[in-house]
């Protein structure tokens, strides 16, 4: 009997099968035939695809939970957009960072993704239009914002027209399957900060920590010697086939980083948007209450506010603002209008869909 009713339930799946494949197929058909109206135009559309995440997400009738539906749709949407045309996405390389993985996480496998040596370099070659996007990390929840890409988006001509959100899990990684002789532990300097506990009761202080370009090249660099370690992620941990001897080892349990979407299209909005802001004031008394007071007095609610040093030299410090909405709402646009009476300098990084998964 119980055979029987495997067979049942394995033949349901199997004619299941092929009606998603069918259904995908004219969903990729559809899409192309988009990509052939749009012609030359922009084929990916952050807000359209915020918009269908979320839909799918709100709609979901289980048992599958709505992230993982949404991640499903994801690639779906990845490789019929492959169709139109494939898009190249710059990282922090090498392969196997955190960013890669953001940047899969909000582009799909379909994409192709182009690993840097450096943020500015993946920055440049976006400006200069060898990949289509850059994802760039701009925060982590416990070591706080990536300094050097606030810095660039004061000057670059790109926009932001959308935001990853990417849980961070750590592992520590060796060669060898056990903890003896390790003489020194690489990893990128925020990663070693966010393992900071970890380190200290399990390894001391006699063991260097070493801080490199990315978790990667610390993971690259402990595959090529047995008395050394790395802190890196699960991609990583594949690339250079190095063991797990700790997973999980970040000191705050709820480890997100936040990745920006830079390029040069801007985004449409999508109903549940972002505008991300730089803004400066000369240095005197009350400067800090010039330029948020326009935002309160307009009713802008404001998200982050993060003060940066000048690079420029033109003022002591820039100060970023992330705030709720479009940048055509009539309360934002009042607000912006305020203070360019009142700011040094005020420039727009772009308005884009809130992350959805």
Request: one cysteine or more; a negative charge; charged letters at 20%.
């Amino acid at each position: 009997m119980s055979d029987h009713l495997l067979k049942q339930h394995r033949d349901a799946i199997d004619a299941i099968d092929q009606q998603i494949l069918a259904l995908i197929n004219q969903r990729a058909q559809h899409a192309r035939t988009i990509g052939e109206i749009k012609g030359s135009g922009v084929v990916y559309r952050p807000e359209r695809e915020a918009q269908v995440l979320t839909r799918i997400k709100e709609t979901n009738p289980g048992p599958l939970s709505g992230e993982t539906c949404a991640r499903l749709f994801r690639e779906i949407m990845s490789a019929c957009l492959a169709l139109e045309r494939p898009l190249t996405i710059a990282f922090l390389g090498p392969e196997g960072t955190f960013t890669q993985a953001a940047a899969i996480k909000h582009f799909g496998h379909a994409a192709s993704t182009l690993a840097c040596a450096s943020i500015d370099e993946a920055f440049r070659v976006v400006e200069a239009r060898g990949a289509d996007y850059v994802v760039a990390p701009v925060e982590n929840s416990t070591e706080g914002a990536v300094g050097r890409t606030l810095d660039l988006m004061v000057t670059t001509p790109l926009q932001i027209c959308g935001e990853v959100v990417l849980r961070i899990h750590h592992h520590f990684l060796r060669q060898t399957p056990d903890m003896l002789g390790i003489k020194r532990v690489y990893s990128h300097a925020q990663s070693l900060a966010q393992c900071h506990e970890w380190l200290n009761k399990h390894l001391g202080d006699e063991v260097e920590r070493i801080s490199v370009a990315s978790n990667a090249e610390g993971a690259r660099l402990a595959s090529l010697d047995p008395s050394s370690a790395a802190i890196a992620g699960d991609s990583a941990a594949e690339k250079f086939s190095l063991n797990k001897l700790a997973v999980n080892i970040e000191d705050e349990p709820n480890n997100t980083t936040r990745f920006l979407v830079l390029g040069y299209q801007q985004a449409a909005r999508s109903g549940k948007d972002k505008t991300s802001l730089v803004i400066s004031a000369p240095n005197r008394p009350g400067a800090l209450h010039t330029l948020v007071e326009p935002l309160a007095r307009n009713g802008v609610s404001m998200s982050k506010f993060e003060s940066r040093p000048s690079r420029t030299g033109l003022w002591e410090y820039v100060f970023f603002a992330d705030v709720d909405g479009f940048i055509d709402d009539v309360p934002l646009q009042a607000a912006l209008k305020d203070l360019q009476d009142v700011a040094a300098f005020v420039k727009v990084l772009g308005s884009y869909p809130q992350a959805v998964i």
